[in-house]
């Protein structure tokens, strides 16, 4: 079964850092490109960060220079280190994987993670 | 990085019809066909409903379509069940120099 599984939310006061990581099971991370995406309470959905199976990396404005998309090949896991945390950044993380079936789009998803910044 | 615009809100009674928009550029949705649509239950993680503008993912079924003109995109959701009210998301790639993905707004389909 393809399966990914984010753990690494909590409760984090505002200037902290947080790392999230996505484990992959029946998917290989490295061969897809995967995408992390947030959505604040009551909102839409924000793509956060996108890496690409070359290694590029993408950011959203909001979080150029305080996030780091990452992964471990030997792990089967995405990461996304988050530094400087703002009130702002308080969401349900959600990473997404193109599994190769469908161009450029994202057809596997983990249940999310829930990430608040507040003092 | 703006987001495409899609209402806030679309309704129908069972068994209609119901389609939704997705407006964005031509350097998004113009501009490629790579258009994607989600479809999101409250608490649940999105799950891809259309991709490359009216594909359809094994086991969706074909009550779901989709289609462009120029820089919109539609989803059309006909026979309308209970099941399918939730929340549905546009998405478009935008090429590989800015940032190569952006959501619609999202529209929370009602079936009254």
């Known amino acids: 079964e393809v399966q990914l599984v984010e753990t690494g939310g909590g409760l984090i006061q505002p200037g902290g850092s947080l790392r999230l990581s996505c484990a992959a099971s029946?998917?290989?991370?490295?061969?897809?490109?995967m995408t992390w995406v947030r959505q604040a309470p009551g909102k839409g959905l924000e793509h956060v960060s996108i890496?690409?199976?070359?290694?590029?990396?993408y950011y959203a404005d909001s979080v150029k220079g305080r996030f780091t998309i990452s992964r471990d090949s030997s792990k089967n896991t995405l990461y996304l280190q988050m530094n400087s945390l703002r009130a702002e950044d308080t969401a349900v993380y959600y990473c997404g994987g193109n599994s190769g079936l469908y161009l450029r789009a994202f057809d596997i998803w983990g249940q999310g993670t829930m990430v608040t910044v507040s003092s | 990085q703006s987001a495409l615009t899609q209402p806030p809100s679309a309704s129908g009674s069972p068994g209609q019809s119901v389609t939704i928009s997705c407006t964005g550029t031509?350097?998004?949705?113009?501009?490629?066909?790579?258009v994607s649509w989600y479809q999101q239950h409250p608490g649940k993680a999105p799950k891809l409903i259309i991709y490359e503008v009216s594909k359809r993912p094994s086991g969706i079924p074909d009550r779901f379509s989709g289609s462009k003109s120029g820089n919109t995109a539609s989803l059309t959701v006909s026979g309308l069940q209970a099941e399918d009210e939730a929340d549905y998301y546009c998405n478009s790639y935008a090429g590989s120099k800015n940032f190569p993905h952006v959501f619609g707004t999202g529209t929370k389909v009602t079936v009254l």
């Open positions: 890496l690409y199976s070359g290694g590029t990396t």
């Open positions: 029946g998917f290989t991370v490295s061969s897809n490109y």
């Open positions: 031509s350097s998004d949705v113009g501009g490629y066909n790579y």
